[in-house]
């Protein structure tokens, strides 16, 4: 009679604990997910360097477009002006 009412109350012990424990962590997964992946350190350090990135390319963008570091092209590449280049080839040989 004792061993039954033991194991008893121990069956009814682990159900209930189990079950307890399987609401808490649905709940506390419902809160911090809320729809979207949690985001690590690293994941918001690596965000911000390529906004930094980002924020410095158009920067470089806006001062390359007041003044260029390359001039444009300026040689006449229309086909009209086409003139035959002679190589004359490698030069006399010098022997010692």
């Known amino acids: 009679m004792i061993k039954r009412g033991a194991s008893l109350l121990l069956a009814s012990s682990l159900m209930l ?3 307890a424990f399987a ?7 419902n809160d ?11 994941m918001r350090q690596a ?14 963008a806006r001062l390359e477009a007041r003044r260029p570091s390359v001039p444009p092209p300026s040689a006449e590449r229309s086909v009209e002006n086409q003139s035959t280049v ?11």
């Open 17 to 19: 604990t189990t079950v």
């Open 23 to 29: 609401q808490t962590s649905k709940q506390a997964k």
């Open 32 to 42: 911090s997910n809320q729809g979207r992946p949690r985001m690590t350190e690293d």
């Open 47 to 60: 965000i911000e360097f390529q906004r930094a990135k980002d924020r410095a390319d158009a920067r470089q």
């Open 86 to 96: 002679k190589d004359p080839g490698p030069g006399p040989r010098k022997d010692q």
